[in-house]
């Protein structure tokens, strides 16, 4: 199993957060998080979707801290001051990371977490593309289970296998829906 910090811009979008979750579900990642990196992701959400309400994204958060018991992570908060990153908003992140001694940290912004900061701790900022591709390459049978289960879990509307592809196309997800394009019978 992998441990991954997913940061707060690939909690934003829901097909993109549902499908890393469900990935979760599979067993193939230990996802993990913190309250600093909920709040990134509720804030932003409701800036740039005033239609929502906090008590539904809050609804997100609780279901997503009862299902996978170790986010968020505490205990790390001591580690950020030390830290140096391009954008010092994002030390936290790279904190939780240390921290739980996850390989992983998956995210939109790679240039905040440049390699050679994050050489040292062991740690790769991955694309959510990238990340799941290597996923692929090690269990592709769990990640088409959990990208069938997600396409499935889609109620208000369900989706087509195509149509669930083009939304997974809209989230950056090029690699990804390549391989899932060659197995769309299984999803």
């Excluded at 018991?69 to 990371?97: C, F, I, M, S, W």
């Excluded at 990238?130 to 069938?148: D, G, H, M, S, Y």
Aim: hydrophobic share 40%.
């Amino acid at each position: 199993m992998t441990d991954a910090v997913y940061d707060a811009c690939v909690l934003h979008a829901a097909p993109l957060r549902d499908l890393l979750l469900d990935i979760a579900t599979e067993g193939l990642v230990r996802p993990y998080w913190s309250e600093e990196i909920h709040e990134e992701w509720i804030g932003s959400l409701l800036r740039r979707r005033p239609d929502l309400r906090r008590e539904s994204l809050e609804r997100i958060r609780r279901w997503m801290d009862a299902r996978f018991e170790n986010g968020p992570a505490k205990g790390y908060e001591a580690l950020v001051p030390t830290l140096q990153l391009p954008d010092p908003k994002d030390r936290h992140v790279l904190a939780v990371a240390i921290h739980v001694k996850a390989k992983y940290i998956v995210t939109l912004n790679l240039d905040d977490f440049p390699d050679t900061v994050l050489q040292p701790y062991g740690i790769a900022a991955l694309s959510p593309d990238e990340f799941v591709r290597r996923l692929i390459q090690t269990n592709p049978k769990r990640v088409l289970q959990a990208a069938k289960r997600h396409r499935l879990d889609l109620t208000r509307p369900s989706k087509t296998v195509d149509e669930y592809l083009a939304t997974l196309e809209k989230q950056e997800l090029t690699k990804t829906v390549a391989f899932l394009r060659e197995h769309k019978d299984e999803i």
